[in-house]
Every structure is written in C-alpha cells, then in structure tokens.
C-alpha cells in the first residue's frame, strides 16, 4: 500500500509546484536533446564522407563531454534552487509522521518521472532536430546529402547512460540535504535569513588557477594533431574555472576589499561590497551559466 503512496505523492507534488518543474523540465530536456544531436553528427555516416569529415566529428565527439559537464554543473545548480523551495513541503511531511526513509522514497519517484520524462521527451525531440542539424551541416560543408533517418542505438544508449547518471547524481544530492536536515530546520527554510559566506581560499585560488593555465595551453599549442585534445582540456578547465571564480573567487574578492579599510568605508563602496557578498555565492552559479553560454554562443558563431 506504501509503495503505491509515494508515486502519486511525487506526481502530486510536481503537478502542484509545475511553476517551478515545467522550467527545470524544459531545461533537461534540452540538454538532453544537445547531448543526443552532438552523438548523432558524430557517428552520422555522412558527415564523415564530407571533406574534413572525419576532424568535423572528433570536435562533435569532445563537445558531446563538454556538453556533459556543463549539464552537470547547471542542473546541479537549477535542483538546488528546486529544492530550496520543496523543503517547507518535506518538512511538513516529516512533522506529519513521514522518517528520512519515507521522504527518500518521495524524492527517488520524483527523480524517476522526471528523468524519464526528461529522456523521452529528449531522445524524441533530438532523434527529430538531428536530422535537420545533418542536413544543415551538410548544405555548409557541401557534402553528400542523406535523407534517409535513422535512430542510432550507440547514441541512445550513451545517452540514457550519461543523464541516467547525472539524475541519479541530483536524486543522491537531494536526498543528503533532507536527511542532515531537522523538520523545523526544513519548515523554516523559506524565512531563514541569509549569513555572509565564508571566503574558501582555496577554491577561490583554484579557480584563478585553472583559468591561468587553460589560457596558457590555449595560446601555447604548436601540434596541430594535438591540438583538439589540448583545447578540450582547456574548454574543461575553464568551465570548471569559471564556477570557482564566480562562487568562490567573487566571494574571495569581497573579503579582501572589506579588509582594505582605506577603500571599503566609503559610502558608495561599503553599501555595494557588503550587499554583494551576501548575494555572490547564490548568484554566483547563474552569473557563471550565462557566462558559460554566452562563450558558446560566440565561439559557435566564429
């Protein structure tokens, strides 16, 4: 009777907060769908008989993981602000009589009708939109146009293994914070008021870091035969870099402004420096995936 009670509370729980799901829905689906178009240009048969084919679909192959990483870290970023708004709901339950293990149940069905609705929503819409992307590289590079459509197994099932994973990856996070967390913690986590974050040095640093040597492998290849694989660890490494400096790094950067007391008790500085320390590390993941996307967009479009 209990393992029918926790699907229709998570479906009941999506359907009531689909203000919230529909835009996070939206977002994994796209993912989803990129990873499956990126897979797609990589194994399509004509693509590779294309002139430079072959180099084409090994740059696809490498922005297929680039793409894997970004969708971890934004997703990570998008189910946190999710499960910010969700807790009062769980705590509710928890008071109610629901343990750690009955809301752990609510929070896998939930995962699970997202990630498959995610999935299919994705696999469909991509097995769609790959097609067309063939035919669109195809009429750029000039080569041999295939009409014939296809659904590559390889690519399905890499897919479904990769944000199988990463849903997985979300489900395992979310369940971490219910279970270190009190039902009054849970209950009044709307209306906690914010607390100034510490400034982690070493991620912080590590970020400035790995953004210096990214660059530096990027402007520093002399083999053109290693230069794909060297520019995708750089690609790596600044996305990567990218969330440090804006989490951390800004908030690594406020404190030691606050600490140079010539600059920081001005009025205009002391008003603009202490607001933003407090806001850094929650905005800090959004600034950083627009930052990420707007990079992707440029470099595409170059």
């Known amino acids: 009777m209990m393992l029918d009670l926790y699907p229709r509370l998570a479906l009941d729980g999506i359907l009531k907060n689909r203000r919230l799901y529909l835009p996070y829905l939206l977002t994994c689906v796209g993912m989803v769908m990129m990873f499956y178009i990126l897979n797609y240009l990589y194994v399509s048969p004509a693509v590779e008989k294309m002139h430079g084919g072959p180099m084409i679909q090994e740059t696809l192959r490498l922005g297929s993981w680039v793409m894997a990483l970004f969708s971890v870290l934004f997703l990570f970023y998008t189910n946190a602000f999710l499960m910010r708004r969700r807790q009062k709901e769980f705590g509710l339950y928890n008071i ?163 600490h140079n007391k010539a600059y920081y008790y001005k009025p205009n500085h002391f008003v603009s420096v202490s607001s933003m320390v407090y806001r850094m590390r929650r905005n800090g993941a959004g600034l950083a995936s627009i930052c990420i996307l707007s990079t992707m967009v440029l470099v595409m479009m170059a």
């Open 96 to 258: 109610l009589g629901m343990g750690k293990g009955n809301l752990s149940w609510i929070l896998l069905w939930e995962s699970v009708i997202l990630g498959l609705v995610s999935l299919g929503a994705g696999l469909l819409g991509g097995a769609g939109f790959a097609k067309l992307a063939e035919l669109a590289l195809l009429n750029i590079g000039h080569g041999e146009v295939d009409t014939s459509l296809t659904v590559p197994s390889s690519v399905v099932l890499i897919t479904i293994t990769v944000y199988g994973g990463v849903f997985l990856l979300l489900f395992l996070n979310s369940m971490r914070k219910i279970r270190f967390s009190t039902a009054i913690r849970l209950l009044r986590s709307e209306n906690v008021g914010e607390k100034p974050p510490r400034a982690n040095w070493i991620l912080g640093l590590a970020g400035f870091v790995l953004l210096g040597v990214a660059y530096r492998l990027a402007v520093t290849i002399e083999n053109p035969v290693s230069a794909i694989t060297i520019f995708f660890v750089a690609v790596m490494m600044v996305i990567v870099a990218t969330y440090l400096i804006l989490i951390s790094g800004s908030v690594l950067l406020c404190r030691i402004l606050q």
